[in-house]
């Protein structure tokens, strides 16, 4: 098999398996507290990965100053992204949170924008923006006069603190780069993260015993930590490698739709003409928001065959 034909596998499991993620961690969600899942998530897949480049790579541990980089990257990108949308999971259907993340890039952009005063935005990634927020708002408009299940609209609250957050993070990483082995530091990422979710899950009451925990949360743990924090992403970064931008990128409007038909099928989720509208609009007006941006990052991206 080519490194082409490798690549457009990677970008097929990058999209797959990122977009069932959603349904595992809806599952996950129903069986135990969401907030004690993301900890859960975060500890072993920070244990695996810290321990492979510690005791198998040799690596040095990090410096003091690189500790301090990653434990502030661990808040936005495992407590307020990764553990926030784990927790609005709670409340929402695993499409619509799916739908909500893809939105990140479109944040990148305002965040930019009003925050870092990169004014190198034009006429095509406004309307990227403004399509972005008419398909959300065709998505929630019969949200809006109908009856939603308790806790709906904290649901979305969580998702959109967990997109803005995510945002941040890469704009962070974008902007002050680490030093370090980019899936070593994940792994430390993770750990970090995980101990912060232990503290808030254990109070705000959202923690049960490890040994109540159901067999199908540790079947959904298992697969977000294989599938989701290791395959996956090793997938996604040959594909960045391999593929142009714009092809590579593609997983970012399949992982909605993945979630969507799955979440469907799986787990009863309502799927309406209204949902698979906005769904269309918003993820068309991502896609033009990624074509405008003139900066892309894939030259900083590691090489997977170097690590």
Not at 58 to 68: I, V
Not at 87 to 105: D, F, H, K, R, T
């Amino acid at each position: 098999m080519s490194s082409k034909q490798k690549a457009y596998l990677a970008l097929v499991i990058t999209s797959i398996v990122w977009g069932t993620t959603w349904v595992a961690m809806k599952f996950g969600v129903n069986s135990m507290p969401a907030l004690q899942l993301a900890a859960v998530r975060q500890l072993i897949g920070g244990v695996l990965f810290v321990g492979f480049f510690t005791i198998v790579r040799k690596l040095p541990l990090p410096t003091k100053q690189q500790f301090k980089q990653l434990f502030f990257l661990s808040i936005f990108t495992f407590v307020l992204a990764n553990g926030f949308s784990t927790w609005s999971l709670q409340y929402i259907p695993s499409g619509l949170g799916a739908l909500i993340g893809a939105l990140y890039p479109l944040c990148v952009v305002i965040i930019e924008y009003f925050f870092y005063n990169n004014k190198n935005i034009n006429r095509f990634a406004i309307i990227g923006i403004l399509l972005g927020i008419v398909g959300i708002g065709v998505v929630f408009y019969e949200n809006a006069f109908s009856t939603q299940p308790d806790g709906y609209f904290i649901g979305l609250a969580l998702a959109i603190i967990a997109t803005i957050s995510w945002s941040y993070s890469t704009i962070s990483i974008a902007r002050q780069k680490v030093n370090i082995n980019p899936y070593f530091g994940l792994g430390w990422q993770m750990l970090f993260g995980s101990v912060m979710m232990f503290v808030i899950s254990l109070s705000t009451n959202q923690f049960i015993p490890l040994s109540t925990i159901p067999t199908n949360a540790w079947i959904a743990i298992a697969y977000l930590i294989s599938a989701g924090s290791i395959l996956a992403f090793v997938a996604f970064i040959y594909s960045m490698k391999h593929l142009p931008p714009a092809l590579a990128s593609l997983y970012a409007y399949i992982n909605p739709i993945v979630a969507i038909s799955i979440g469907t099928v799986l787990l009863n989720e309502h799927i309406t003409a209204r949902l698979i509208i906005g769904t269309i609009i918003t993820l068309l007006g991502v896609y033009i928001v990624n074509k405008a941006m003139k900066k892309q990052m894939i030259d900083d991206l590691p090489d997977v065959e170097g690590i």
